[in-house]
């Protein structure tokens, strides 16, 4: 069930590009060159034994400088490197099964590449000067593109091996092309009454059974002084040192306010401890002045200060447990043409695989919406609450010609989507991934 399967994909921002202009676009437009030229062949991750370098890592990152956000950092170094490996892992699963791009593929490519063309003809001594304006050895380069086209004739075969059964076509149509008319019963949390009220007991049970739940990082509280005068920063550090209160500072509890932190000063904070809780740092024409001011150890928060967070948690579980018996018992009453007392929405002449973006029914029930004689179905969640389907009419809507073609085609592209990432998330359970985290923080 293709069309309806909702996609969690594994290929991330991408797996594979054959180099052409952009790569040469973004590569020379953002950030300094020197900054993958000038690191050695440190590891970032070794993939079943094959290095990948700081270099390529870097050459990687630079495609996302133009993100100037904190909170995605993270989330982009992780993702430069899942792609690295991701990429090394089809590469050498490629070469295993003999694939090897050759030298007049990889001239192909360059040649056809606008970036190393003049007057639309391919100009050696441009193809040259680029290369060597990006630091970039012409073998280098054409390794690169070799290990691309050598990725692609993989995930061409891949692609090339799936097929469409005429089963998968005819229930696929049906989804499309069937419309349902009939009743969408909601059951929310005001349909349900909770008199409860837990006991101490209970709540004492539960935090003893989930003290994790309640553990408390640790706090550092950090002020910051900004001055431009270098005179007066000596002044406030030598005031600091011997222990006397200067005014004027901003206060930052982390890791809460790690993302209010000047830029200047988050990535020295780190370097505090209680024995050497004060530094000194620039940031443009002013001097920062960051004075560890006190630490709170990490622990278990008592069971006073979570007290009233666990009373609202056991009163939730209760309130969603009778919500579930609520919905469970208007299904039973709707499937015994039993009159209900919840509100409801009608629909008409929607199509099937709307309905999933309406409540979380899997594909398969989806398909017992159009082909059984049943009418009611349930209850699913919905965001808030719960739902129960009573279908009250199907209808067929004849596709076109064009509408079929083009449904084919997605549900070869959904499937083939699916074999690569089934692929490499089997090349990945099986390989010997090791990565570097110190070279990571150290060169990124």
């Known amino acids: 069930m293709y069309t309806l399967i909702q996609k969690h994909k594994t290929l991330l921002v991408f797996i594979v590009t054959v180099a052409s202009g952009a790569f040469f676009l973004w590569l020379f437009f953002t950030g300094s060159v020197r900054d993958i030229t000038s690191v050695g062949k440190k590891c970032v991750a070794e993939v079943n034994g094959s290095c990948i370098t700081l270099r390529d890592y870097r050459r990687e990152l ?5 993100i100037q956000s904190r909170d995605l950092e993270e989330v982009i170094k992780k993702q430069v490197i899942e792609n690295l490996i991701t990429q090394e892992l089809l590469y050498q699963k490629a070469r295993s099964l003999g694939f090897y791009a050759s030298d007049e593929e990889v001239v192909s490519v360059i040649k056809s590449d606008p970036t190393f063309q003049e007057g639309g003809v391919f100009s050696a001594s441009k193809y040259k000067e680029m290369l060597a304006r990006l630091g970039l050895e012409p073998g280098e380069y054409e390794d690169y593109i070799r290990r691309m086209l050598t990725v692609q004739k993989l995930l061409a075969l891949v692609s090339n091996s799936v097929y469409l059964s005429e089963a998968e076509k005819n229930i696929n149509l049906a989804v499309q092309s069937t419309l349902l008319s009939g009743k969408l019963y909601i059951i929310t949390p005001s349909d349900v009454e909770v008199s409860y009220t837990p006991t101490q007991e209970e709540m004492m049970s539960f935090y003893e059974k989930n003290k994790e739940l309640f553990r ?5 509280l950090v002020r910051v002084w900004a001055e431009k005068d270098k005179a007066k920063v000596e002044e406030i550090y030598k005031a600091i040192k011997e222990g006397k209160q200067v005014q004027g500072y901003t206060e930052y509890l982390l890791p809460d306010d790690a993302n209010r932190l000047p830029k200047g000063v988050s990535s020295e904070v780190s ?6 809780g004060i530094l000194v740092t620039k940031e443009g024409d002013e001097y920062l002045i960051v004075y560890l001011y006190r630490v ?6 008592s069971f006073e200060e979570v007290k009233e967070q666990i009373r609202s948690a056991l009163i939730d579980k209760k309130k969603a447990s009778l919500l579930r ?6 299904y039973k009453r709707l499937t015994e043409g039993k009159d209900v007392s919840v509100k409801y929405l009608t629909f008409e002449d929607t199509p099937a695989d709307q309905i999933m973006s309406i409540a979380k029914v899997k594909e398969d029930q989806v398909v017992s919406f159009i082909l ?3 009418k009611v179905f349930g209850p699913y969640e919905l ?3 719960y739902g ?3 279908i009250t009419d199907r209808k067929k809507k004849p596709a076109g010609e064009e509408e079929i073609k083009k449904l084919t085609q997605d549900i070869l592209n959904m499937k083939s989507d699916a074999m690569i990432n089934y692929l490499i998330e089997h090349l990945i359970r099986n390989a010997k991934i090791k990565i570097n985290e110190e070279v990571i923080k150290g060169g990124a």
């Open 383 to 385: 965001s808030q609450g």
């Open 372 to 374: 059984s004689k049943q």
């Open 271 to 276: 370097k505090l401890d209680q024995k050497d």
């Open 62 to 66: 630079l495609r996302f400088s133009n």
């Open 388 to 390: 129960v389907f009573v």
């Open 296 to 301: 709170e150890p990490a622990g278990i928060r």
């Open 325 to 330: 018996d609520k919905a469970q018992e208007i």
């Open 216 to 220: 408390r990082p640790e706090k550092k």
